[in-house]
């Protein structure tokens, strides 16, 4: 008994021991700024872009966002699952991953369980085309089952953000930046698609708003692919968002207040700031624009 | 075998931060101490990265009207450094152009015959959004006993910067092992609306 004990102690011990005179080895010869050097080099591999990074916020954000605007599910307007055989090249299998896991945000906050099922199954098929099925852990799609079973949109939805969350480090961690930019773009295009689907152009409503607000979220996807725009897939779909990001651009500018910080019961309140606003004109410019893009990502039309 | 299981766990837990140090600093976010018992949910914005004691890190990041946000900051690989970050709220006004870049490909050249006759450099000439900035601070730590963290509500949705500086802690274990950087986790958690109440 005591045997096994000490072993269950002393291998874990040695190998750590091992790990740790690995590691201290160079560092003895070598000269402090080498080891300076080394050490930046493996942290460039981390960090890029002088320690800058811009974070896209994800669909189910985005969704849990205008769960305040009267929304009701439509399937016509997602990409169907039956499309994912189309979808032979990388290019666009990234692209339609990022679309799905749009339209499965977009299920799992307005459809029901049974809909939300059938956009988990395409991803899970998409992530293994795709090689990130390693990233996207078993228990969660047992979970996924026993939600479905259970009828728990909630914890669907809980699950849909994980699975992102999961693809996303994932292709981060095994440096496969140009899959993760249009990953994120086809997610970025779904979910403006989807809005500018739900409802008609009403001045000042909170859907338009809403839409409004994905200029600041452009200009973040527009910074985080362009740590990866050697790759000639990401430069060209950047330059596909010209379109939208026109429209977005000639938005009237509404000087507010001046910037003022409150702090009140511990949560601090920012105001001020500018505002924009949004024509009709411009709003059929933008829902035009966005869905001729989606439908070459959907068709595979490039 | 519970027997036999516990001295190894018991062990091997509170290593559990040098493990992560050891592999990669991709996860160290999730190791954070989150607010769940607040009602906050993971913000898929949040991050985690490896930097050099006394680098300054910056991550953009997208708040939206009608939300609470918690920003916090945490290195399970060098405990030393939490509570000693300094950090800022940074809103940048956004003004943008229109800039043209051109680059090159090498592709076949064909006569008219269709036969081969050499490569030839194809420019691409694409047009790229280019933003000017200017930043306003918004939340300063330093101003503010030092706080780890900040809780925040905004009236419209803005792009925000968090700049955050990793402090140079001296620390007996950080000298020994030789390592130049730490983990460092970003979190960012989110939940619904405006909470009032006795709690607040």
């Known amino acids: 008994m005591k045997k096994i004990v000490l072993k269950l102690f002393i291998i874990p011990l040695l190998a750590m021991l091992i790990v740790a005179c690995e590691e201290e080895s160079p560092k003895s010869d070598t000269d402090p700024q080498d080891v300076d050097q080394e050490s930046n080099k493996e942290q460039q591999a981390l960090i890029t872009n002088d320690n800058r990074v811009s974070m896209v916020p994800t669909p189910n954000e985005l969704f849990d966002i205008i769960k305040e605007v009267n929304v009701s599910y439509d399937e016509q307007v997602l990409n169907n699952p039956d499309n994912i055989d189309n979808y032979t090249d990388k290019k666009s299998q990234s692209l339609n991953f990022g679309i799905y896991t749009a339209d499965l945000a977009f299920a799992a906050s307005f459809g029901n369980p049974t809909e939300s099922a059938k956009y988990f199954t395409v991803i899970k098929d998409m992530g293994d085309r795709l090689n990130i099925n390693n990233a996207l852990d078993q228990t969660v799609f047992d979970q996924i089952d026993k939600s479905i079973q259970g009828n728990n949109n909630n914890e669907l939805f809980k699950l849909s953000n994980d699975t992102y969350y999961d693809a996303y480090t994932y292709l981060k961690e095994n440096e496969r930046g140009p899959s993760l930019a249009l990953i994120v773009l086809g997610g970025w295009v779904e979910s403006l698609y989807i809005m500018t689907q739900l409802g008609k152009y009403e001045e000042g409503s909170v859907l338009v708003s809403r839409i409004i607000d994905q200029k600041y979220t452009l200009e973040n996807l527009y910074d985080f692919m362009q740590e990866y725009e050697s790759d000639i897939d990401v430069m060209e779909m950047m330059a596909t968002l010209q379109p939208i990001d026109e429209v977005f651009l000639n938005l009237e500018e509404l000087l507010g207040d001046e910037f003022s910080n409150t702090n009140e019961k511990d949560v601090n309140l920012m105001d001020g700031g500018s505002d924009f606003s949004m024509t009709e004109d411009q709003y059929n410019h933008l829902k035009n624009a966005v869905n001729e893009l989606r439908t070459k990502i959907v068709e595979s039309d490039f | ?200």
């Open chain 2, 1 to 200: 075998m519970i027997k036999l299981i516990k001295p190894f766990l018991l062990f091997f837990i509170p290593l559990a931060p040098l493990f992560i140090h050891a592999q990669d600093c991709h996860h160290v976010v999730k190791y954070c101490e989150h607010s769940n018992r607040e009602g906050y949910v993971f913000n898929m914005q949040s991050s985690s990265g490896a930097f050099i004691q006394g680098d300054t890190a910056e991550v953009s990041i997208i708040v939206y009207k009608g939300m609470e946000y918690k920003i916090s900051f945490c290195s399970p690989s060098n405990p030393e450094l939490n509570g000693n970050f300094q950090f800022k709220i940074v809103e940048l006004i956004t003004k943008g152009k229109w800039v043209e870049t051109t680059t090159y490909t090498n592709e076949i050249e064909y006569d008219e015959y269709g036969y081969e006759i050499g490569e030839q450099k194809v420019p691409h000439t694409i047009k790229k959004r280019v933003y000017e900035k200017q930043p306003v601070v918004r939340f300063d730590n330093s101003e503010h006993e030092n706080a780890q963290d900040f809780v925040f509500q905004s009236n419209k949705t803005r792009k925000l910067v968090v700049k955050v500086y990793i402090p140079e802690v001296p620390s007996e274990e950080y000298d020994m092992s030789g390592e130049t950087y730490s983990c460092v986790g970003l979190l960012i958690e989110h939940q619904k609306g405006v909470k009032t109440g006795f709690g607040r």
